[in-house]
């Protein structure tokens, strides 16, 4: 009898755990609202812009009527993605050329270039990737310590600092971080790749309970593969899901959930790795992911 009823009350209890995840996903990618970026402020900076899901978000913004500010490494494509944007949208934008790898000293910089700006919204994207091997056996494992700790790191603290005083002080804004889905599992070959990621999903996730009361809103968005250059080892690109379909359901989401996947076959794919036992995980994670992952970065390699 006893027994019985344990059963029921487990079976009731699970049944309605996935139920409220169901309604809690539809909620969030399927029910696609309409976000008012403007509401924020006049204009957005992104980081990473002349690329992949930065790129695309850059448009996007500029198709609600944000303005958009660029920061990125090479100055050829920031001019010809800037100028691409102001022929599409009725948008202004401003472009910076910016190594985030370089010293310290690039924050001044970035500093002058936003000043003055009213500024609503910041998209933290750019980040670097590492090789898929173990940590001692990075080609540079000076250069991936010090792109770690400047590019995916110490970007996502300074440009927090340089641009939400302002946010604070206007009484709105907007800051997105995106890191990448693996998160929490330690991972053979990728220990130079997710613990960072925890870090900036982390990070958000904290700040956006800090700066709530404020008006701000902070979130952090865990994207799996989606069809970009830097995707490229880990399958066949046609069969991910474009940059365009995977901004426009993020960018659905920004005021519904301080961290996301951005897309519903991400999330799914996540829920799956959670029910995973993390021994099993480090097989599965080396046969689809890491050794193919690997052999593809090889051939890419030998192509250039
Ligand atoms: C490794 O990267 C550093 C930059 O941190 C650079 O100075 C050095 O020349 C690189 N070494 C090799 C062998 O490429
Ligand atoms: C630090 C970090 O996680 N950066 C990531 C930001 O988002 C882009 C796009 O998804 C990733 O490629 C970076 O690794």
Known sequence: MVFQWIGIATTTYLVIK??????QGAYLYFFRTYQDFNKYGKWSVITGATDGIGKETAFQLASRGQNIALISRNTERLKNVAKEIE???NVQTKCLTIDFSDDEEIYDKIADFLQGLDIGTLVNNVGTDQELVRFLEQSNLSLTIRN?????ALSIL?????????????????ILNLSGMPIPFPIRKLASTTPIKSFVDLFSRALSYEYESEGITIQSCRPGAVATKT???YGDLEKMISTKDYCTSWLATVDKARWTHGHWQHAVEAWVWHKIPTALIQKLADYFYIEPGAKAMQDLEKNK
């Open 158 to 174: 300074k440009m927090t600092q340089i641009v939400l005083p302002g946010m604070v002080k206007r009484k709105r804004g907007l």
């Open 148 to 152: 770690l700790v400047r590019v995916d």
């Open 87 to 89: 022929s599409k949208h």
């Open 18 to 23: 996935l139920v409220y995840y169901l309604a």
């Open 231 to 233: 995707a490229q080892p």
